[in-house]
């Protein structure tokens, strides 16, 4: 066997483990955002931070893990992605079952730190 063609093997199957985790850490944490954001009490957060600063930093590591874990993604699409799930968050909190208050400006603030990351891994 070809030290070459084993040494490429076992780097392209580290790879894949790696990128196996960063996709499972990218849905976990999609879907542990979803809960928490459509929980009836959500659980407090140390310090208090306003909503608006639980959506920046919640969109902006949704952002980075998915730009991780899907690195042959268009960008793009990704941020589009994150963007109408913050949308969906919206329309969700939206239902008065949940009782949760839906603002238009929590999505802006997912838009406005999907929009960041974006311009950041494009410099």
């Given amino acids: 066997m070809n ?5 490429s093997a076992s780097a392209s199957g580290e790879r894949s483990r790696w990128t196996l985790l960063l996709r499972a850490i990218f849905w976990a944490t999609l879907l542990a955002v979803l809960v ?11 310090f208090e931070p306003s909503d608006k600063v639980q959506h920046f930093a919640a969109f902006l590591c949704l952002m980075l893990l998915g730009a991780a ?9 990704l941020m589009l992605a994150m963007v109408l799930f913050g949308g969906l968050i919206e329309a969700l909190q939206a239902i ?19 929009l960041c990351v974006l311009l950041a891994l494009l410099a």
């Fill in 3 to 7: 030290p070459r063609s084993s040494r």
């Fill in 36 to 46: 928490l954001a459509t929980l009836p009490h959500p659980p407090h957060v140390p």
């Fill in 69 to 77: 874990a899907y690195p042959r993604l268009s960008l793009v699409k």
């Fill in 96 to 114: 008065p079952a949940i009782n949760r208050d839906s603002d238009w400006r929590d999505w802006l603030v997912d838009v406005a730190a999907t």
